[in-house]
T-cell receptor, first 113, second 117 residues
Framework: EAQVTQNPRYLITVTGKKLTVTCSQN?????MSWYRQDPGLGLRQIYY???????DKGDVPEGYKVSRKEKRNFPLILESPSPNQTSLYFC????????????FGPGTRLTVT | AQTVTQSQPEMSVQEAETVTLSCTYD???????LFWYKQPPSRQMILVIR??????QNATENRFSVNFQKAAKSFSLKISDSQLGDAAMYFC??????????????FGKGTRLSVIA
């Protein structure tokens, strides 16, 4: 089954404790992206990757890091989480060409206290 | 930069009736994609319908259809014969067709749809 998986689905952590949210897709997609969803703001792009070892900032990259060492994986790293990073996070992937559809993971609900 | 506006934060509809959700967008591009996503309480993002800007014909998917007005930059979603399972947050989204570079989805802020039995 074609899918994007994220782990963990829920996470409660404390300020400053490094964490990683994993994202993996099995569709051989080149393009992967992270979004955060906040009430009243919709979804906003954090980082994206066009292919292995090719990553760049989206609209709200502050406080986040990513890496793309393998085509299928695109982890989101919070080196020192802060309460303003409490949010719902989505990973998405698509082909680069003819890439009108992005496939979304199930979301990760992160709470930073 | 492109922007997407959903002017209705909340809507409600009686079961079996029809409802239309509004979306407008701003872009200088001539070719792009438009989408409606549904987000039920499970929080999963579910693609409802998509429209390629170069196609004049409005997209339809069963009970869901769009009214795409390219000149007016309007992309409304019509849900016919509304069902209880249609209750969700609906997001309108835009994506550039750029063949290189970043092509993120640009989302509106969403419309929460309630369905009344």
């Amino acid at each position: 089954e074609a899918q994007v998986t994220q782990n963990p689905r829920y996470l409660i952590t404390v300020t400053g404790k490094k964490l990683t949210v994993t994202c993996s897709q099995n569709m051989n997609h080149e393009y992967m992206s992270w979004y955060r969803q906040d009430p009243g703001l919709g979804l906003r792009q954090i980082y994206y990757s066009m292919n292995v070892e090719v990553t760049d900032k989206g609209d709200v990259p502050e406080g986040y890091k990513v890496s793309r060492k393998e085509k299928r994986n695109f982890p989101l790293i919070l080196e020192s989480p802060s309460p303003n990073q409490t949010s719902l996070y989505f990973c998405a992937s698509s082909l680069v060409r003819q890439s009108y559809e992005q496939y979304f993971g199930p979301g990760t609900r992160l709470t930073v206290t | 930069a492109q922007t997407v506006t959903q002017s209705q934060p909340e809507m409600s509809v009686q079961e079996a009736e029809t409802v239309t959700l509004s979306c407008t967008y701003d872009t200088s591009e001539s070719d792009y994609y438009l989408f409606w996503y549904k987000q039920p309480p499970s929080r999963q993002m579910i693609l409802v319908i998509r429209q390629e800007a170069y196609k004049q014909q409005n997209a339809t998917e069963n009970r869901f259809s769009v009214n795409f007005q390219k000149a007016a930059k309007s992309f409304s979603l019509k849900i016919s014969d509304s069902q209880l399972g249609d209750a969700a947050m609906y997001f309108c989204a835009y994506r550039s067709t750029g063949h290189s570079g970043n092509t993120p989805l640009v989302f509106g802020k969403g419309t929460r749809l309630s369905v009344i039995a």
